[in-house]
Nanobody, 121 residues
Framework: VQLQASGGGLVQAGGSLNVSCVVS????????MGWFRQAPGKQRELVAS???????NYADSVKGRFTTSRDNVKKTVYLQMNSLESEDTAVYYC????????????????WGEGTLVTVSS
């Protein structure tokens, strides 16, 4: 599985950005995906996930501001980020999740290279 994220950049606080991840190697429709981020000096954080049947979950830190979605035909997963804050500055990674049969996310086995999001205050 190959994951190619793009769409990062510099945005002012309060602004919006949409990052995307093109998935190849397996049909996206059978995959559950996620988005991690890592800020300088901080641990990696899972910010959003979307199961193969499109159930989504979010970290408390982004709930209500970030939305993840998928387009299986375009083989692309999206992370729409609104009301961005300086604390959202990080490298964002698209990941393929490891899921149980009950669709609980228990790990990640493929990572993309990441795209940098910088929020200026």
């Amino acid at each position: 599985v190959q994951l190619q994220a793009s769409g990062g950049g510099l945005v002012q606080a309060g602004g919006s950005l949409n990052v995307s991840c093109v998935v190849s190697g397996l049909p996206l429709r059978i995959l559950g995906m996620g988005w991690f981020r890592q800020a300088p000096g901080k641990q990696r954080e899972l910010v959003a996930s979307i199961s193969d049947d499109e159930n989504t979950n979010y970290a408390d830190s982004v709930k209500g501001r970030f939305t993840t979605s998928r387009d299986n035909v375009k083989k692309t997963v999206y992370l729409q980020m609104n009301s961005l804050e300086s604390e959202d500055t990080a490298v964002y990674y698209c990941v393929k999740g490891v899921w149980t049969r009950s669709r609980a996310l228990v790990g990640m086995d493929y990572w993309g290279e990441g795209t940098l999001v910088t929020v200026s205050s």
